[in-house]
């Protein structure tokens, strides 16, 4: 498998008010042609190494190195960050426009990917006419819009109600399994261990902070799952013995 990038000694610590607050302590792994999922208790770092990852803040020492220089990432929020001013079209061309693609092209391209997730009645909508449901798949139309290698995602359904996080789970599979995307790696942040092993080839399992690795459990069945079989639950059984240990 193809190494995509690797995630080398990570640390960080805040530091505000003379006050210090260890988070990571020395992370490593690689990412390959695969789906990761990152497990952790609440306030263990994982958002932050999410975002050392992503750019958007730096580590006091490790490296994040892309393999072949090839650094493309989309990244979907917990929240649909959208601009309510702007059409749900206007929002998924805004990271291409910012870029400087012209305004025709990012707009086509913006419109290949609103299809994609099911939105194409609705490119003229603005975000306070959309359900929480349709905001977010215009999140991650705007991801994929900027065509990542990288897809990196922050607990992207934990505020959708069962019934559209689960459609939406099983759509972003579908996406990258069948290669529609330019996406070879996808890395999600969640503290669900049913929606780690349900869509996970490999699940890194954190520590409380200062963060560690725990454990990584190798999700080696067949997709689609059946969270009801015996294989399953052996899986999350591994994953919990992580976590309590």
Not at 28 to 54: H, N, Q, W, Y
Not at 130 to 142: D, E, F, T, Y
Not at 186 to 214: G, Q, S, Y
Request: hydrophobic share 45%.
């Amino acid at each position: 498998m193809q190494t995509i990038l690797s995630i080398r000694n990570i640390v960080k610590t805040f530091k505000e008010g003379g006050k210090t607050l260890p988070v990571l302590d020395h992370i490593s792994f690689d990412v390959g042609e695969e789906f990761v999922a990152i497990l952790g208790p609440s306030g263990c770092g994982k958002t932050t190494l999410l975002r050392i990852i992503a750019g958007l803040e730096k580590a006091d020492s490790g490296e994040i190195v892309f393999a072949r220089g090839d650094s493309r990432i989309g990244f979907i929020f917990q929240s649909p960050t959208l601009l309510p001013w702007l059409t749900v079209l206007e929002n998924v061309a805004l990271p291409l426009r910012a870029n400087g693609v012209p305004r025709r092209e990012a707009e086509e391209k913006a419109r290949k990917y609103i299809s994609l997730v099911g939105l194409q009645a609705f490119e003229n909508f603005y975000p306070h006419e959309l359900s929480g449901g349709m905001k977010q798949r215009v999140n991650i139309a705007r991801a994929l819009a900027v065509e990542p290698v990288l897809l990196l995602m922050d607990e992207p359904f934990s505020q959708l109600d069962p019934l559209t996080a689960e459609s939406l789970r099983s759509e972003i599979l579908d996406m990258w399994m069948w290669g529609v995307t330019t996406v070879r790696a996808i890395i999600m942040v969640t503290h669900n261990v049913d929606e780690a092993v349900f869509m996970a080839d490999r699940i890194i399992v954190l520590t409380t902070r200062p963060a560690k690795i725990a454990g990584i459990v190798h999700v080696d069945l067949p997709r689609p799952r059946d969270r009801r079989s015996p294989e399953f639950q052996k899986v999350e059984d591994q994953v919990y013995e992580y976590i309590s240990a």
